[in-house]
Each structure stands twice: as C-alpha cells, then as structure tokens.
C-alpha cells in the first residue's frame, strides 16, 4: 500500500473510532433518560439504513444487507466487555 492510501485508511480509521466514542456517549445518554437498548437500536438502525440507502441506493443497500448474517455469525458486530 502507498503512502497516501495509508495515510487516507489511518484517516477513516481515527474517523471511525471518534463516530463510535460519539455515538457510544448519546447512547449511553439516551439510556439514561430511560429509552430502553432495543428501542434504541431499532431507531439507529432505521437511521442508518436510511442514510446508507439516500447515499449509496436501494440495491446496494440491499446487497450489503445480504452479507450481514455471516458477518454477524462470525462475530464481527460483537463489542468486547470492558470490566473496570
């Protein structure tokens, strides 16, 4: 890989984990004013969809949907449990 598609994969890389600490505090957030978890993913998910579905389309949207089941199975969505 050169350089440059290095540095743009470091990019998204800290892009990504700054979404997840951001939308990891709202969620916690909402929690706390007592939305219950499913609820919440339900919501987000919808959300999500809808914006992957106005940026990229209905098909592709639905493509990459197909894949989820593996990709879930295989344990790629699963957060590891932080005991403090």
């Not at 743009?8 to 890389?13: C, H, I, V």
């Not at 993913?41 to 106005?54: E, K, R, S, T, W």
Request: a negative charge.
């Amino acid at each position: 890989m050169d350089d440059l598609s290095q540095q743009e994969t470091d990019e998204l890389r800290v892009q990504k984990r700054e979404a997840f600490a951001r939308l990891s505090a709202v969620w916690q957030d909402a929690l706390g004013a007592g939305i219950e978890p499913d609820v919440l993913a339900h919501v987000a998910l919808f959300a999500a969809l809808g914006d992957l579905v106005a940026t990229y389309g209905e098909t592709a949207v639905a493509d990459f949907a197909e894949r989820l089941p593996g990709r879930i199975s295989s344990g790629e969505f699963t957060i590891p449990l932080v005991l403090n």
